[in-house]
């Protein structure tokens, strides 16, 4: 018999062998001190990566994952308490201004009111444009797909009915290929 | 019945809003994923931030599981994709197995030089565990996924094929060419 192949070797080494193929390699080895060095040598390997060191788990690695999907949500007294907090705090940090500023408190009232109003008359203003450039946008794609309507009916006047309705089938199966690409796409952990 | 700590049971809980079903069974794969996602990665705060994305990724895909299909499989498949989207973002030619493995339909090609070196026995079991991890990181990372998979988390030859959607036939012959790889790769070493 030949010397025995490294894929032989291993078969053996993993069980893969069906009895009689089992019992030539091992008449083999029993004569072959090549192929037996070489049997040693597999059988290291393998018993070596089988036994490779573990990767550390942290201790909090299953409560770390546990609160990023399942985020505890507020009962009512926390969302009281957080609110008095804030309060307190906001509070707090205006008599502080108050006090380096060295201005008069009712200056200082007038003053925040104003950058208050200030603040809220420019987001007013901002939001009044985009609702205009928006409402442009809408109008820009609904004059453009009109359009594209318009065209595509005065193609359709000059085709006969069995073109219409190979254009429509053609326009189906195109919808249909473009959407389960986009599905394939966007799939998260495709299924074995 | 099935048991109440089976995977598919587990599951089944989650989805009726069971926080401690999906506890158990992160619990229960967190080791092996990491031993995986740890050796393709080569880097433990990555490896340990992408375990957890492949978990949470997993969670939010779990009404898609079907049942008829190991979730070991499952999860090890997403865990897959998850690094296979890393190395393309990387532009890093990692997957692309077609022109390495040359050898899928040719087996024999690996025949027993003659006076071959016994190049394992030469080191403690300590100092080849530590050589074959050196040696994984030069592996191809198609060869090293499957290397890792038998021979690290213990998985059958079928259930690599069910994660990788390739002939059980086609499975063997890459992991004994990844074998083979590392065992040169010692030998070239020594």
């Known amino acids: 018999m030949n010397c025995l192949s490294a894929d032989l070797i291993y078969m053996y080494l993993e069980e893969g062998l069906s009895a009689a193929e089992k019992q030539m390699v091992q008449d083999h080895l029993s004569s072959c001190k090549k192929c037996q060095r070489a049997m040693e040598e597999r059988r290291l390997l393998v018993e070596a990566s089988q036994s490779l060191p573990l990767w550390k788990v942290p201790a909090d690695f299953t409560p770390r994952i546990m609160a990023r999907i399942f985020l505890e949500k507020a009962s009512p007294r926390e969302w009281i308490a957080t609110a008095s907090v804030g309060i307190f705090a906001a509070v707090l940090a205006f008599f502080f201004v108050f006090m380096l500023s060295g201005q008069n408190l009712v200056t200082l009232l007038a003053n925040l009111s104003y950058t208050v109003l200030t603040f809220f008359r420019n987001i007013i203003v901002a939001l009044a444009k985009s609702v205009k450039v928006l409402s442009l946008a809408v109008e820009i794609i609904y004059k453009f797909i009109s359009s594209l309507l318009r065209g595509l009916a005065s193609i359709a006047t000059l085709l006969g009915p069995e073109l219409q309705i190979l254009l429509t089938v053609g326009v189906v199966i195109f919808s249909l290929l473009f959407l389960y690409g986009i599905k394939r796409k966007f799939l998260v952990g495709e299924k074995t | ?190």
Request: hydrophobic share 35%; proline share 4%.
């Open chain 2, 1 to 190: 019945m099935a048991p109440m700590h089976d995977d598919k049971e587990l599951v089944r809980r989650t989805l009726q809003g069971d926080k401690q079903a999906f506890e158990m069974i992160l619990k229960k794969h967190q080791q092996p994923l990491l031993n995986y996602v740890g050796r393709m990665v080569q880097n433990r705060e990555l490896a340990l931030d992408f375990t957890q994305d492949i978990f949470i990724k997993t969670y939010y895909a779990l009404d898609t599981y079907q049942p008829r299909y190991k979730f070991k499989t499952w999860l090890f498949k997403i865990a897959s994709n998850h690094i296979i989207d890393y190395w393309r973002k990387k532009k890093i030619e990692a997957f692309s197995i077609n022109h390495r493995n040359r050898r899928d339909s040719d087996q024999s090609g690996f025949q027993i030089p003659s006076n071959e070196p016994s190049t394992c026995k030469k080191f403690e079991l300590t100092d080849l565990r530590h050589k074959i991890e050196q040696a994984l990181e030069k592996l191809p990372p198609s060869l090293r996924e499957l290397f890792i998979w038998r021979h690290v988390n213990e998985f059958s030859y079928e259930e690599i094929a069910e994660i990788k959607g390739l002939p059980v036939g086609t499975v063997k012959n890459r992991v004994y060419q990844s074998k083979e790889f590392l065992r040169q790769f010692l030998e070239e070493k020594i």
